[in-house]
């Protein structure tokens, strides 16, 4: 192994984690109060806390049609978007408004679905007692559903891995960026070997880690 | 707290969940109000607890109309309420002293208040040192104490019981309604118990309503309804239940005739013997037994009556002179 490999697969190593931890928390952001929106604006029945079938509809085609839009285009459209927000249209910082944007409404399907587990007895017992809106969305719904959601964590951050190989497109960086450009385009095989073996490890913890999490919960309930 | 339901209506689009119910529960007492699955009971103490409101009529609670209640003000009065479930409603994101915990925090009560109450709580539904335990590793029966516990949090005087025994098994069913009997007078609660199950109204209730097809079809005292049920719901209810205890010893499958109820002081005097005297009739006794009804004795005996129709007819008549409730057709 030469040292010019190690450093470089450290640089990217590096970049996509910078990418996915940012975009991570962004998607969050932006997801979590979409998710509960569509689920506590939905019908009653299902949990809904305050039924709102229009804007709940509404809401629910904004998230389709952005989910419907392919990575690598939304990578493109967006590039006018990152300059504003980031400054800058290139590079690992510009690639994660278009990785949070892209994984916003997945969080928002995935948040909305862990929600739709949650006993609608149990909300309406805490509705009975007399909680808030607000309070029955941080005290009862989100806490009931947080196993869930932490799987659904788990599973965004390992798309999230997925989709930041594509940032190479905008400069983004990135071992899915090294692969492509050092392994497949110059073939120099230990540079894909090295960037897979690394995406496998990180997926693989952060798989492991989910898992353990939502384990020692479901343990204590 | 008195609770008074005016003329409440409730329709699912063509079903007519609750129609024009009027009842007046009374205070400090614990109230059934029975039916049969789909007779509107789930959607009337919905309506009675402020979590929907019905299309038309009017809930007060002493004098204060809450039906109609909004907002902020709705969000407050519901925090004066207790209310259990069939199946608990418990948090599973919490144990059973987060549980307990939970409608205090919601008001806004300090930690260290919260905390002393929830032990308070604890003893008193027979759970002391079961704080700590999650929801999952209790029995049904442990999980509606915490359920009761959570519910009289606040202080209630208002206790809504909804089908609360209908997952548990008798013997639990037996110690959950001993306990709300408890608290009942400990706490000077108005209990209102909707069921669906005979021997809950017998075992905890003082005063019943029973309901059919969204109206109340019954009213009056447990040992009233026991001693002369009226329409056909509450014979049905009450024949269940005397097939289902064994109080009643049948010694023939052949059905009897009539059926006769002997209340209070009727239990005590000879009537069937006068009776038989009076009018010539004779009595085959097919079966007979006697059950406590809220601390009343109350016979029942189902019989034939012999040897012609007129000896019947003036057998029935007596009976029922003599204060004993005649079922069957003359």
């Given at each position: 192994?030469?040292?010019?490999?190690?450093?470089?697969?450290?640089?990217?190593?590096?970049?996509?984690?910078?990418?996915?931890?940012?975009?991570?928390?962004?998607?969050?952001?932006?997801?979590?109060?979409?998710?509960?929106?569509?689920?506590?604006?939905?019908?009653?029945?299902?949990?809904?806390?305050?039924?709102?079938?229009?804007?709940?509809?509404?809401?629910?085609?904004?998230?389709?049609?952005?989910?419907?839009?392919?990575?690598?285009?939304?990578?493109?459209?967006?590039?006018?978007?990152?300059?504003?927000?980031?400054?800058?249209?290139?590079?690992?910082?510009?690639?994660?408004?278009?990785?949070?944007?892209?994984?916003?409404?997945?969080?928002?399907?995935?948040?909305?679905?862990?929600?739709?587990?949650?006993?609608?007895?149990?909300?309406?017992?805490a509705k009975a007692m007399g909680s808030t809106?607000?309070q029955?969305?941080?005290?009862?719904?989100?806490?009931?559903?947080?196993?869930?959601?932490?799987?659904?964590?788990?599973?965004?951050?390992?798309?999230?891995?997925?989709?930041?190989?594509?940032?190479?497109?905008?400069?983004?960086?990135?071992?899915?960026?090294?692969?492509?450009?050092?392994?497949?385009?110059?073939?120099?095989?230990?540079?894909?070997?090295?960037?897979?073996?690394?995406?496998?490890?990180?997926?693989?913890?952060?798989?492991?880690?989910?898992?353990?999490?939502?384990?020692?919960?479901?343990?204590?309930? | 707290?008195?609770?008074?339901?005016?003329?409440?209506?409730?329709?699912?689009?063509?079903?007519?969940?609750?129609?024009?119910?009027?009842?007046?529960?009374?205070?400090?007492?614990?109230?059934?109000?029975?039916?049969?699955?789909?007779?509107?009971?789930?959607?009337?103490?919905?309506?009675?607890s402020m979590?929907?409101?019905?299309?038309?009529?009017?809930?007060?609670?002493?004098?204060?109309?809450?039906?109609?209640l909004?907002?902020k003000a709705l969000i407050q009065r519901r925090r004066r309420i207790g209310m259990?479930?069939?199946?608990?409603?418990?948090?599973?994101?919490?144990?059973?002293?987060?549980?307990?915990?939970y409608p205090m925090e919601i008001c806004g009560m300090?930690?260290?208040?919260?905390?002393?109450?929830?032990?308070?709580?604890?003893?008193?539904?027979?759970?002391?040192?079961?704080?700590?335990?999650?929801?999952?590793?209790?029995?049904?029966?442990?999980?509606?104490?915490?359920?009761?516990?959570?519910a009289l949090a606040c202080n209630p005087d208002i206790?809504?019981?909804?089908?609360?025994?209908?997952?548990?098994?008798?013997?639990?069913?037996?110690?959950?309604?001993?306990?709300?009997?408890?608290?009942?007078?400990?706490?000077?609660?108005?209990?209102?118990?909707?069921?669906?199950?005979?021997?809950?109204?017998?075992?905890?209730?003082?005063?019943?309503?029973?309901?059919?097809?969204?109206?109340?079809?019954?009213?009056?005292?447990?040992?009233?309804?026991?001693?002369?049920?009226?329409?056909?719901?509450?014979?049905?209810?009450?024949?269940?239940?005397?097939?289902?205890?064994?109080?009643?010893?049948?010694?023939?499958?052949?059905?009897?005739?009539?059926?006769?109820?002997?209340?209070?002081?009727?239990?005590?005097?000879?009537?069937?013997?006068?009776?038989?005297?009076?009018?010539?009739?004779?009595?085959?006794?097919?079966?007979?037994?006697?059950?406590?009804?809220?601390?009343?004795?109350?016979?029942?005996?189902?019989?034939?009556?012999?040897?012609?129709?007129?000896?019947?007819?003036?057998?029935?008549?007596?009976?029922?002179?003599?204060?004993?409730?005649?079922?069957?057709?003359?």
């Amino acid at each position: 192994m030469d040292a010019q490999l190690i450093s470089q697969v450290m640089e990217a190593t590096g970049e996509t984690l910078i990418m996915v931890l940012f975009s991570t928390v962004f998607s969050l952001v932006l997801g979590l109060p979409i998710g509960v929106l569509l689920h506590i604006t939905g019908k009653e029945e299902s949990g809904g806390i305050i039924p709102s079938p229009v804007f709940n509809n509404v809401l629910s085609r904004i998230v389709n049609v952005l989910r419907s839009f392919p990575f690598i285009i939304l990578l493109i459209v967006l590039i006018p978007l990152s300059r504003v927000i980031v400054g800058t249209s290139i590079g690992t910082k510009a690639a994660i408004v278009p990785l949070s944007i892209a994984a916003a409404p997945f969080v928002a399907r995935i948040i909305e679905s862990a929600l739709k587990e949650v006993d609608p007895g149990v909300l309406q017992a805490a509705k009975a007692m007399g909680s808030t809106n607000w309070q029955l969305v941080y005290k009862v719904l989100l806490p009931e559903a947080m196993p869930a959601l932490i799987s659904g964590l788990t599973l965004t951050i390992i798309n999230l891995i997925g989709y930041s190989a594509m940032a190479g497109t905008i400069g983004g960086g990135g071992l899915g960026d090294l692969a492509i450009r050092y392994g497949y385009q110059r073939f120099r095989p230990s540079y894909l070997v090295a960037a897979v073996i690394i995406i496998l490890i990180m997926v693989e913890i952060i798989q492991v880690a989910g898992d353990m999490i939502v384990k020692k919960m479901m343990s204590k309930r | 707290m008195h609770i008074k339901l005016k003329n409440l209506k409730r329709d699912y689009g063509t079903l007519h969940a609750v129609q024009d119910v009027t009842l007046d529960i009374p205070s400090n007492t614990i109230y059934g109000i029975i039916g049969r699955s789909g007779a509107g009971k789930s959607t009337l103490v919905r309506l009675v607890s402020m979590l929907e409101r019905p299309d038309s009529g009017e809930v007060y609670y002493d004098d204060e109309r809450v039906d109609n209640l909004e907002g902020k003000a709705l969000i407050q009065r519901r925090r004066r309420i207790g209310m259990i479930f069939q199946n608990f409603n418990l948090f599973s994101s919490r144990n059973a002293a987060g549980n307990i915990a939970y409608p205090m925090e919601i008001c806004g009560m300090d930690r260290v208040h919260i905390s002393k109450r929830v032990e308070e709580l604890l003893s008193l539904v027979g759970l002391q040192g079961r704080g700590s335990a999650p929801i999952s590793t209790l029995s049904g029966g442990q999980k509606q104490r915490v359920a009761i516990a959570r519910a009289l949090a606040c202080n209630p005087d208002i206790l809504f019981c909804d089908e609360a025994t209908s997952a548990l098994d008798p013997q639990t069913t037996r110690s959950i309604l001993a306990l709300i009997k408890e608290l009942q007078a400990k706490m000077n609660l108005t209990v209102v118990m909707i069921t669906h199950q005979m021997e809950v109204v017998r075992d905890a209730c003082e005063r019943v309503a029973v309901i059919d097809s969204g109206r109340i079809v019954e009213e009056g005292t447990v040992s009233d309804i026991f001693a002369n049920p009226k329409s056909e719901v509450t014979k049905d209810f009450i024949s269940n239940l005397t097939n289902v205890k064994d109080s009643i010893v049948r010694w023939s499958d052949e059905e009897g005739r009539f059926t006769l109820r002997f209340r209070g002081n009727t239990t005590d005097s000879p009537i069937i013997s006068n009776v038989s005297i009076e009018t010539g009739a004779t009595f085959n006794i097919r079966a007979a037994g006697v059950q406590e009804v809220s601390g009343e004795d109350i016979g029942v005996m189902v019989v034939d009556i012999g040897p012609d129709e007129k000896s019947v007819r003036a057998a029935v008549e007596m009976l029922r002179k003599y204060g004993v409730s005649v079922e069957g057709e003359v």
